[in-house]
DNA sequence: TGACATCCAATGCACGTACATGTAACTTGA
DNA sequence: TCAAGTTACATGTACGTGCATTGGATGTCA
């Protein structure tokens, strides 16, 4: 917890920046080339897979948002590609008819499966 | 240099997803509330007063561009941006008419002056 | 010299994002 | 019970960015 000066931090920026700018590139060439999808596209997916944290194949919008660096509009337009896709369906709340429960189609675990490798080996290059 | 785990990379991304995503948010508000700024405008502005590496006051958009993550085009675009606002001046190179010389103007020298306090407190604030 | 490749920067275009707003559904309190 | 406020999501709009292309200048080589 020593005070830290401007350079100090300004180094610990550019770096930061280096890092994701490198990583977030590749992510998004290999996932696009690869798999046909974007980076926020394949983290939507991701967390609707229940590998982060469990569910029970449904997750509303607003609980997505909140696990995304993403708006509210960007994040309702990319759910609308992937549904577009075939990948996520959008379902009606029965308790709650403002929400929308999100949960992966069988093409969409599919085309998951077949990227989380990629995604995986990018991580892996830039941050091991 | 032991292998790490898709846990351990994917933990270390999250985190620097989040340490990006929350700085670069603030630096992006307070520079265009409190300095009618944007970010990579600011860090043009940044590498143009010479603080990085020395420079006689002129740099090229293309050494510009290998200091910054950003494309050939978007490059271009903010300066153009920064032209119109009056905060650097485009003049064509003497010994390569392709390349153009950049500079900061006087209000651009201000205007950068008066963000760099700002910039350095979002950092601390985030990174410290 | 002339023909062709390479380089620098600008621009047309498509796309993803954020902000502001709209619409419908839920909640609260008198 | 109903009016006002709040919440969830979609959509109009503006803007910054990347890719592809263009135009003009320089370099290369026969």
Redesign the pocket.
Known sequence: MEPESDQDVCGQWSETLRVY?DTS?EL??ELQSLHRL????FEVLQILSGQCRSNDGKV??????AEM?????????????L?KAGLVT?AA?D????????ALTDAGRERWEAARPTHNAVLRKHLA
């Open positions: 700018h590139c998004e060439n974007g980076l926020s596209e509303k919008m607003k609980d997505l948002e660096y993403l708006s509210q509009s960007a994040l309702s337009r990319t759910v609308t590609r549904e959008r709340c308790f709650d008819r403002r929400a929308n429960f999100l």
